[in-house]
T-cell receptor, first 109, second 113 residues
Framework: QKEVEQNSGPLSVPEGAIASLNCTYS??????FFWYRQYSGKSPELIMS????GDKEDGRFTAQLNKASQYVSLLIRDSQPSDSATYLC?????????FGAGTRLTVKP | KAGVTQTPRYLIKTRGQQVTLSCSPI?????VSWYQQTPGQGLQFLFE???????NKGNFPGRFSGRQFSNSRSEMNVSTLELGDSALYLC????????????FGPGTRLTVT
């Protein structure tokens, strides 16, 4: 079992729709949770950080964390073609940072 | 505020050689973490430095090492290069450590032939 798992892609949504990205993790003592966006050929770009249970909203992005279920998600509202990228879930533990394999999102005009 | 910078951006080396990569963090950031990204393994944590001390290390062989200077700039060294070391090497800086928000540099693309 991978330590950080993301829903397999690719994920395709029409412009203006809500894109839902999911991530589960295995280390119960994980402390920090992040979503990064990575365009092809570029380095990861931080979108959201979340540290406590519940929702955190920033513009069109909402991160949700449920530590009991070891689950973190990212919702992108009003998806735009410029949101087309690979989204990486990252989970910080006591010794290191673990990344999921990423979910490729395509937003079709 | 200037972002994280990495040099060189591209590098081609031969098996058995060694290589040194450099990373300059965002001003005021004391933590630098290094990652390896490959198509097969994804993003993997190499190590983290904070105030010139290595705080954490990932599951990589001892050929991978690093250091951090008093100005928070960091270097990563890979000795006795293997073909499998071909990857994108990314550094990320943060104020307090890898559990804090990290900002990535553009990366160094290393090709080992």
């Amino acid at each position: 079992q991978k330590e950080v798992e993301q829903n397999s892609g690719p994920l395709s949504v029409p412009e203006g729709a809500i894109a839902s990205l999911n991530c589960t993790y295995s280390d119960r003592v994980s402390q920090s949770f992040f979503w990064y966006r990575q365009y092809s050929g570029k380095s990861p770009e931080l979108i959201m950080s979340i540290y406590s249970n519940g929702d955190k909203e920033d513009g069109r992005f909402t991160a949700q964390l449920n530590k009991a279920s070891q689950y973190v998600s990212l919702l992108i509202r009003d998806s735009q073609p410029s949101d087309s990228a690979t989204y990486l879930c990252a989970v910080g533990g006591s010794n290191d940072m673990r990344f999921g394999a990423g979910t490729r999102l395509t937003v079709k005009p | 505020k200037a972002g994280v910078t990495q040099t060189p951006r591209y590098l081609i080396k031969t098996r058995g050689q060694q290589v040194t990569l450099s990373c300059s963090p965002i001003s005021g950031h004391r933590s630098v973490s290094w990652y390896q990204q490959t198509p097969g393994q994804g993003l993997q944590f190499l190590f983290e430095y904070f105030s010139e001390t290595q705080r954490n290390k990932g599951n990589f062989p001892g050929r991978f090492s690093g250091r951090q200077f008093s100005n928070s700039r960091s270097e990563m060294n890979v000795s006795t290069l293997e073909l499998g070391d071909s990857a994108l090497y990314l550094c990320a800086s943060s104020r307090a450590g890898y559990n804090d928000e990290q900002y990535f540099g553009p990366g160094t693309r290393l090709t080992v032939t």
